[in-house]
């Protein structure tokens, strides 16, 4: 299994990313993704995520009403769409899949990307 994840760089507060995450070498379309984050010095958390058909998706109060999380299992690709950025929104994002149903918990995702950079100056 291969997540890639792309779309971080630096953005002024109050601008916009869009993260993608695309799935390889499984059958993603039963997966759940989820994106977590971690800030340096501070443990990895989770952001968001999403069932398998996309019709449950989940929030870290955080981010509720600025990120939403979407997938195309057509392309095995999933998204976050990150509105209003602020500069605690700063940190590596990750990817993450799991089978079965959506969880808030690290250890319970089976497979990770490699993580791409979020900056958001004030």
């Known amino acids: 299994v291969q997540l890639q994840a792309s779309g971080g760089g630096l953005v002024q507060a109050g601008g916009s990313l869009r993260l993608s995450c695309a799935a390889s070498?499984?059958?993603?379309?039963?997966?759940?993704m989820g994106w977590f984050r971690q800030a340096p010095g501070k443990e990895r958390e989770f952001v968001a995520a999403i069932s398998w058909s996309g019709g449950r998706t989940y929030y870290t109060d955080s981010v509720k009403g600025r990120f939403t999380i979407s997938r195309d299992n057509a392309k095995n690709t999933v998204y976050l769409q990150m509105n209003s950025l602020k500069p605690e929104d700063t940190a590596v994002y990750y990817c993450a899949a799991r089978r079965y149903t959506p969880s808030y918990s690290v250890p319970e995702y089976e497979y990770w990307g490699q993580g791409t950079q979020v900056t958001v100056s004030s």
């Open positions: 070498g499984r059958a993603f379309s039963t997966d759940t």
